[in-house]
């Protein structure tokens, strides 16, 4: 979550900066209330220095660290483009709770500050989410129409029929966890009522029931699925918010749609007709998004996975019986499949059971038209379906021959090689009738060029291509950040706001020496005592306890693996004063709802692992204490180790060289987003504790270009310890 950055003693606006600066000033004025407000000294550099060089189309990327007041400045850029220029803005962050944040209250501000500076001006803001994100008209018939036993398509009677149901249980196990029946009913009627009125955006944001995850896909469909309504007499939420993106001067949207395009090639964003043309792309969060675009290219196939397909077209197509010698068919080629892959297979005792494709390997090589066939015959047999009255039937029906048509393109994927492409084989985990079958994966690593050609160059009316000026500014910026994100543009970083709180904060990295050292390590080659996972989380346990106990709660607690953190909140469960309440990221909640309650409960501790590194934000004493109990450095796998062999390659660095840029540099960033947890405002202290003893200069250190790495997620923190007595001692001494 971003944070107002204002400074009292800032020094005087030159006067020539003073139109360039006014709705900053503004925006930051009414966000403090504070009538003589001014932004920060780093804040006003950094707003001044992007327009400069966005005016004469070059690339930004700016460090700017937590409390940098981040969204008041991509928003001031964006909202200056449209009154100055006329020009239109993509502006992407990271997170939908970003997104919520800035329009519940960012944007509102920005309006109001452009009321005061430009009141001629009118800049229109639009917000588009995922299609998954909104109601969706055909889904909530569908739903809708099990919950009252009905084929009727009408919204009106739908809704009406659902004022005062509440759903036998047992009749919504096939939703999955739907939670509360009466609640889910009541989510159902407001999914066909928003429908109804083009004033409600009905999507999951402003959503003013309680639900689930599962009560959620009930209601909402992915991409592929979603139906415009026109079939219903009614324009769907996710038409309606592609409308409004169309003619605003901004829009805002999430990095998972601009990963869409790169990785998919697929023009929903920038370069598209629907949305129009942009002049500018601002990136929020930008260190996020080369990982999104690799996460978005994967893909996977396996006979498993075929069959799967088939099952669900085949029970979609009402299970006929001329789609019986399809489905044996089905049953051959998946066979074939798992054959085919087999040559390729790693052995059990393999790290992370995979093993990678060199270029020259060509699995499934014969497959691709005898799949292409099967799946067109299967598709055909979905099409009477998709007219169907019922229309959960529909439904199933396109996303049956939509799983169907990808099976082509899966076997393709996996079975050639590409430059810039990683390509492994693994073993699925048995399924329920205990058969584990070989998985084909494919997946992007590296992705510049991805991001270069699908999302930031844009095709023009006149045949001409056009390369849009890029914005990216996050808190934490890695090495070779540029490249991996296809930006023109090095790095520049801007002083924190926070640099008192930080003085004023600890840290505390444990040291053991002596026979205490067998605590934590097992005996290794030589004799030599070496680290030992299992044996430090347990003696983690008891140090986490100590260190909670003493902050009295207040506490986020951020484990390197799930089975570790489980491990610690039994044990604080267990252990600290009844009044101290535990919350996990595997409570039955979403992980907003968690955070929320966790922020909203001071004496509380809140424990997870690497998802709740990012994107937690809670200023004051309720995230006093940051304990980590080890750099979060991901094993070896086949996708990092093929963005390994691209530097190799690319750069001509060894494979040591390369290996650090790749698995040290992604774990010194968590690590740096997992420490920035601690200091979210001027007057934040605190604690931050990692508790992985290869941090200091000891015989169990990481070698030293690693160690100091890592060293420079807490170089900010002024006081040190390394003695557990002497942390408590200090945790409670603050006496807050």
Request: with cysteine; charged share 25%.
């Amino acid at each position: 979550m971003a944070h107002t950055a204002i400074a009292t003693d800032a020094p005087p606006v030159p006067q020539d900066e003073g139109e360039d600066l006014d709705l900053l000033v503004a925006a930051v004025r009414r966000a403090t209330g504070l009538p003589h407000a001014r932004p920060r000294e780093g804040q006003q550099a950094l707003y001044l220095d992007a327009i400069s060089a966005l005016e004469h189309d070059r690339d930004v990327i700016a460090l700017a660290p937590t409390g940098s007041g981040k969204s008041f400045i991509t928003l001031s850029i964006a909202f200056r483009a449209a009154v100055r220029s006329g020009h239109r803005t993509l502006l992407s962050t990271h997170s939908l709770s970003l997104m919520g944040q800035m329009e519940d209250k960012d944007v509102p501000t920005m309006h109001v500050a452009l009321a005061e500076t430009h009141p001629e001006a009118t800049v229109r803001v639009a917000f588009l989410r995922g299609a998954n994100n909104y109601a969706d008209p055909a889904k909530a018939i569908a739903t809708a129409q099990v919950l009252l036993a009905t084929d009727d398509h009408d919204l009106v009677r739908l809704a009406s029929g659902l004022d005062t149901l509440i759903p036998n249980r047992a009749d919504l196990v096939e939703l999955g966890d739907v939670g509360d029946p009466g609640e889910f009913a009541q989510l159902v009627r407001w999914a066909l009522r928003v429908h109804l009125t083009d004033r409600e955006p009905g999507d999951r944001h402003t959503c003013p029931m309680p639900h689930t995850e599962d009560g959620w896909r009930a209601v909402s469909a992915s991409s592929s699925e979603a139906d415009d309504g026109s079939r219903f007499g009614v324009t769907s939420r996710l038409e309606l918010a592609k409308d409004r993106a169309s003619r605003a001067d901004i829009v805002i949207t999430n990095h998972s749609m601009l990963a869409v395009q790169a990785a998919k090639r697929l023009r929903i964003v920038t370069g598209g007709k629907r949305l129009g043309s942009f002049d500018l792309v601002i990136v929020d969060e930008a260190h996020e998004l080369p990982a999104a675009v690799r996460s978005q290219g994967e893909a996977k196939l396996s006979g498993g996975i075929l069959l799967t397909a088939a099952a669900r077209a085949y029970r979609a197509a009402g299970s006929p019986s001329t789609l019986r010698s399809w489905m044996d068919e089905a049953e051959v080629i998946a066979g074939e499949i798992d054959d085919q892959l087999r040559p390729f297979a790693p052995h059990r005792h393999q790290p992370d059971e995979t093993r990678r494709l060199r270029p020259d390997d060509a699995p499934l090589a014969d497959q691709d038209i005898r799949v292409k066939v099967w799946a067109e015959r299967g598709m055909a047999a979905l099409e009477s379906m998709t007219h169907s009255r019922d229309v959960t039937k529909q439904i199933r029906a396109a996303s049956a021959s939509d799983r169907l048509a990808q099976m082509p393109a899966l076997v393709k994927e996996i079975g050639r090689h590409r430059s810039g492409w990683a390509r492994w084989v693994e073993h699925s985990e048995p399924n329920e009738n205990r058969r584990a079958w070989l998985v084909g994966c494919v997946k992007p690593v590296s992705v510049g060029w991805l991001l270069q050609d699908n999302l930031w160059t844009v095709l023009e009316e006149d045949g001409e291509s056009r390369r849009l000026p890029i914005f990216a500014l996050s808190a934490t910026i890695p090495a070779g950040f540029a490249q991996q994100a296809g930006l023109n543009a090095q790095a520049t970083a801007y002083p924190t706001p926070f640099a008192r709180a930080y003085e004023r904060s600890a840290l505390f990295i444990p040291h053991l020496t002596g026979q205490d050292l067998s605590q934590v390590t097992r005996e290794g080659r030589y004799g030599k005592p070496q680290f030992d996972v299992g044996r430090h989380a347990e003696w983690c346990t008891d140090q986490i306890v100590d260190l909670v106990r003493g902050n009295a709660g207040r506490a986020l607690v951020l484990s390197a693996t799930s089975a570790s953190g489980r491990r610690y909140a039994d044990a604080l469960r267990a252990r600290l004063p009844r009044g101290i309440r535990v919350h996990t990221q595997w409570d039955a909640k979403t992980t907003g709802a968690v955070t929320a309650e966790w922020r909203a409960d001071v004496g509380s501790v809140l424990v997870g692992t690497k998802s709740l590194m990012t994107g937690v934000d809670a200023p004051g004493e309720t995230c006093s204490l940051v304990i980590i109990d080890r750099v979060p450095r991901s094993p070896k796998n086949p996708s990092d180790e093929a963005r390994v062999d691209d530097l190799v390659e690319r750069l001509q660095l060894d494979r040591f060289s390369s290996s650090h840029l790749i698995y040290a540099a992604d774990a010194a960033l968590l690590l740096a987003q997992a420490a920035g947890r601690l200091i979210r405002s001027e007057s934040d202290t605190g604690m931050v504790a990692c508790l992985d003893l290869r941090l200091l200069k000891t015989q169990l250190a990481y070698p030293e270009i690693t160690r100091s790495l890592y060293m420079g997620a807490f170089s900010a923190l002024g006081n040190r310890f390394t003695s557990t007595d002497s942390a408590v001692g200090w945790l409670v001494s603050r006496g807050v």
